[in-house]
């Protein structure tokens, strides 16, 4: 059985920066896409990063670009998102999920994303 398991939310003002780790255990983790979302109070869960299997290919949502990196460490069985110069807007749950599909690229549609993790707080203060 899959499980993957997010650390690393907490409380940061404007400005600062975390980074999420999402430790997967179970299935074969370097064949699979890895995906971050996030889903704020009151708001669908959207796309926020992606990376592919061997960590070559990434895509970020724009509000993102340029502030998060997604990077992989297959050996660890661990993706990461480092986030600098955080937002109040960035406030909300955050997810890793694994493509449903091996040796793809990068998706950002959850569909197609099969295990999920159960998700870290980041809130970020003004």
């Known amino acids: 059985q899959v499980q993957l398991v997010e650390s690393g939310g907490g409380l940061v003002q404007a400005g600062g920066s975390l980074r999420l780790s999402c430790a997967a255990s179970?299935?074969?983790?370097?064949?699979?896409?890895m995906g971050w979302f996030r889903q704020a109070p009151g708001k669908e869960r959207e796309f926020v990063a992606a990376i592919s299997w061997r960590g070559v290919l990434t895509s970020y949502a724009d509000s993102v670009k340029g502030r998060f990196t997604i990077s992989r460490d297959n050996a660890k069985n661990t993706v990461y998102l480092q986030m600098n110069s955080l937002k109040p807007e960035d406030t909300a749950v955050y997810y890793c999920?694994?493509?449903?599909?091996?040796?793809?690229?990068?998706?950002?549609?959850?569909?197609?994303?099969?295990?999920w993790g159960q998700g870290t707080q980041v809130t970020v203060s003004s």
């Open positions: 179970g299935g074969t983790f370097a064949r699979h896409a």
């Open positions: 999920a694994r493509d449903a599909s091996v040796y793809t690229g990068v998706r950002i549609n959850d569909f197609d994303y099969d295990y």
